[in-house]
């Protein structure tokens, strides 16, 4: 075991610097960045002056491509990047004039809270609901609920936003929930736990629109793994033993379906980082998945790597966390 992590983590090594190449060269060659927005701010100030065509010298630009690190060959820039990195420096942000590393934990608590707040939902509900379905295969139970999964599943959770704040957000029917922000305006003048209940009343349907298409994918994927295990040899041995389904299922089936949830499970390693850009926008919530479509939007390269390398970085972690969940769910296997 202690070989294999160590291999896995030294094999981490050139697939971040490949991704974080492959992302940096893509940087370079999109139309515009700090330096075209730096000039186009000059030519701004100038007409708001009453100068109706701002020149730019050569001089002005050479300067504003040394104070990004323009000037410098793209290889050159490359190296300091990945060296600054090693260091624990992501750079400075263009856009909010900050360290990169200082923007991104300011947006990661909300992310987490979605992030690890659905995770846990998911699991704690869905893994029992598909064993249920998969138990009650073909019945009036399994047939409803799978069409309200499958209705969740096929609509984007930013449909589902618009659609649960005109019903519920006060757009045409109730008004039982806020429809933006994440919390109220008198929020400092509450208690701890009024603060608390104000957090948590506006979380209610951005949460639910984040995790409503995880909710679905991991009920049915339990579901049907449960269904192929309860198929096999060794449970019909277990029922012609005398055994009762429940019983055979605890005992036996589950160990083996929970397999490849435990593959899911690692992408509690990326939830930092989950976001989605459309769910925020609708609801005005400034997370992750907003700060890295205005920052690739405004050209900010260096936030877009940073996030890019951190969530690669989380991600990479979690393939190893999944085959660690292996060995604990089926101790059969081995890692070597």
Same mark, same amino acid.
């Given at each position: 075991?202690?070989?294999?992590?160590?291999?896995?983590?030294?094999?981490?090594?050139?697939?971040?610097?490949?991704? +974080?190449?492959?992302?940096?060269?893509?940087?370079?060659?999109?139309?515009?960045?700090?330096?075209?927005?730096?000039?186009?701010?000059?030519?701004?100030?100038?007409?708001?002056?009453?100068? +109706?065509?701002?020149?730019?010298?050569?001089?002005?630009?050479?300067?504003? *491509? $040394?104070?990004?690190?323009?000037? *410098?060959?793209?290889?050159?820039?490359?190296?300091?990047?990945? $060296?600054?990195?090693?260091?624990?420096?992501?750079? *400075?942000?263009?856009?909010?004039?900050?360290?990169?590393?200082?923007?991104?934990?300011?947006?990661?608590?909300?992310?987490?809270?979605?992030?690890?707040?659905?995770?846990?939902?998911?699991?704690?509900?869905?893994?029992?609901?598909?064993?249920? *379905?998969?138990?009650?295969?073909?019945?009036?139970?399994?047939?409803?609920?799978?069409?309200?999964?499958?209705?969740?599943?096929?609509?984007?959770?930013?449909?589902?936003?618009?659609?649960?704040?005109?019903?519920?957000?006060?757009?045409?029917?109730?008004?039982?929930?806020?429809?933006?922000?994440?919390?109220?305006?008198?929020?400092?003048?509450?208690?701890?736990?009024?603060?608390?209940?104000?957090?948590?009343?506006?979380?209610?349907?951005?949460?639910?629109?984040?995790?409503?298409?995880?909710?679905?994918?991991?009920?049915?994927?339990?579901?049907?793994?449960?269904?192929?295990?309860?198929?096999?040899?060794?449970?019909?041995?277990?029922?012609?033993?005398? $055994?009762?389904?429940?019983?055979?299922?605890?005992?036996?089936?589950?160990?083996?379906?929970?397999?490849?949830?435990?593959?899911?499970?690692?992408?509690?390693?990326?939830?930092?980082?989950?976001?989605?850009?459309?769910?925020?926008?609708?609801?005005?919530?400034?997370?992750?998945?907003?700060?890295?479509?205005?920052?690739?939007?405004?050209?900010?390269?260096?936030?877009?790597?940073?996030?890019?390398?951190?969530?690669?970085?989380?991600?990479?972690?979690?393939?190893?966390?999944?085959?660690?969940?292996?060995?604990?769910?089926?101790?059969?296997?081995?890692?070597?």
């Amino acid at each position: 075991m202690k070989s294999y992590i160590i291999r896995r983590l030294l094999l981490m090594v050139p697939t971040l610097i490949g991704i +974080s190449l492959v992302c940096f060269l893509l940087t370079e060659f999109v139309p515009g960045g700090p330096v075209e927005e730096a000039i186009s701010r000059m030519r701004q100030v100038g007409a708001a002056k009453g100068m +109706s065509t701002r020149t730019i010298s050569p001089e002005e630009v050479a300067n504003i *491509k $040394a104070y990004f690190g323009f000037d *410098k060959p793209r290889y050159v820039r490359y190296g300091l990047w990945v $060296a600054n990195v090693c260091r624990g420096d992501l750079g *400075k942000s263009y856009t909010y004039q900050q360290p990169v590393l200082k923007v991104i934990l300011s947006k990661m608590p909300i992310s987490l809270f979605f992030g690890f707040t659905s995770f846990l939902i998911s699991y704690l509900v869905c893994v029992p609901l598909g064993m249920a *379905k998969a138990m009650r295969h073909n019945s009036t139970f399994d047939t409803v609920s799978s069409g309200l999964i499958f209705t969740g599943y096929v609509m984007p959770g930013y449909a589902l936003g618009i659609v649960l704040i005109v019903l519920l957000g006060g757009g045409s029917y109730l008004n039982l929930f806020p429809i933006s922000g994440m919390v109220s305006d008198s929020f400092e003048s509450l208690d701890v736990w009024g603060k608390l209940l104000d957090f948590l009343h506006h979380m209610v349907l951005p949460l639910f629109c984040y995790m409503i298409s995880e909710f679905a994918f991991l009920t049915m994927l339990m579901k049907n793994t449960l269904l192929e295990e309860l198929g096999k040899d060794y449970m019909r041995t277990a029922l012609v033993k005398g $055994a009762t389904l429940k019983q055979a299922v605890w005992r036996h089936a589950l160990r083996n379906a929970l397999v490849p949830i435990a593959t899911r499970a690692s992408e509690i390693f990326t939830l930092m980082f989950a976001g989605s850009v459309l769910i925020e926008r609708v609801f005005d919530i400034d997370g992750m998945g907003l700060l890295f479509f205005n920052s690739a939007l405004n050209r900010d390269y260096n936030v877009v790597l940073g996030v890019i390398l951190l969530s690669s970085v989380m991600g990479l972690l979690g393939r190893l966390f999944a085959d660690f969940l292996y060995v604990v769910v089926d101790p059969r296997i081995r890692l070597q």
